[in-house]
């Protein structure tokens, strides 16, 4: 552990990530790089999250401190996004019905995006909501998502040329597509082999009519077979660049970091 002072815990940011693939959190104070901390915490996929969210509290004696901000982030597939100028606080749970079959036991939760100018509609689990109200009064919660979209729509300004950011996790690919800062598209595709990945990329940059000599392709998170990924996707595309990431920490936590 680096130089955290659990006495000043009020001073710290607690970012706790759950996903199907395994839990992790970060500790760290904005105004100093040395003071961070980063933990995963492995899943018994058999329980439910909520099960495990409580093994993992209770034996973790890190999540017990009182800290000045939580956040919560959410690895789900089932989302969607609205534009800001269109969207109404009464109409969440009709508008994401509208593009997910209804479950039991789900909470519909939204994330308005300011840089992104759109509300992020997403469902979690209601038990696993009650249980971090209860633990996390005053967490804010979000889905993954939503701090890279905003990372990179605020990267999308740089530049007249159109971006596609594939952000990589074990089993799942998320595309976003950008015309400067103007979202065009994004989703996630379940897969891992390399092949599949290459393919979905360059499915979704020629539905979008993106140039093959002048638009940018960057590539993020954990990717196994960046070499073999590298030398494919530059068969076809002249501006592929992959983007550094902190050690073993999730690119989400990275950029919620930066957002703040």
């Known amino acids: 552990m680096t130089n955290i002072d659990f ?32 933990a995963e915490y492995p899943v ?38 609205v534009p800001f100028d269109l969207f109404e606080d009464e109409q969440t749970e009709t508008l994401f019905y509208h593009n997910f079959p209804q479950r039991d036991n789900e909470t519909v939760l939204c994330n308005i995006l300011g840089k992104s100018n759109v ?12 249980l971090l109200g209860e633990q996390f009064p005053n967490a804010r919660i979000f889905a993954c998502v939503c701090p890279l979209m905003e990372h990179f729509t605020q990267k999308s300004r740089d530049n007249n040329f159109r971006k596609l950011y ?19 598209l994004v989703n996630t595709f379940n897969c891992k082999q390399t092949s599949d990945r290459v393919y979905y990329m360059l499915y979704v940059w020629q539905q979008l009519g993106f140039s093959q000599e002048k638009d940018q392709l960057y590539l993020t998170g954990k990717m196994d077979n960046q070499e073999e990924l590298l030398t494919e996707l530059n068969k076809f595309l002249r501006q592929v660049t992959p983007l550094p990431t902190l050690n073993n920490l999730p690119f989400d936590i990275q950029t919620l970091m930066t957002c703040e």
């Open 119 to 130: 509300a992020l509609l997403f469902g979690m689990d209601k038990h696993t909501h009650q």
């Open 166 to 184: 594939a952000y990589f996790q074990p089993n799942q690919m998320t595309i976003f597509a950008f015309d400067k800062d103007k979202l065009l």
């Open 44 to 81: 018994n996929v058999s329980c439910s999250m909520t099960a495990n969210l409580k093994k993992m509290i209770q034996a973790t004696p890190e999540l017990k401190h009182t800290y000045g901000q939580v956040n919560i982030l959410i690895d789900t597939q089932r989302f969607t996004t």
């Open 7 to 38: 006495s000043k815990s009020e001073q710290y940011t607690l970012s706790i990530r759950l996903s199907a693939d395994g839990f992790s959190f970060s500790i760290h104070r904005s105004s100093s790089n040395d003071d961070f901390f980063f």
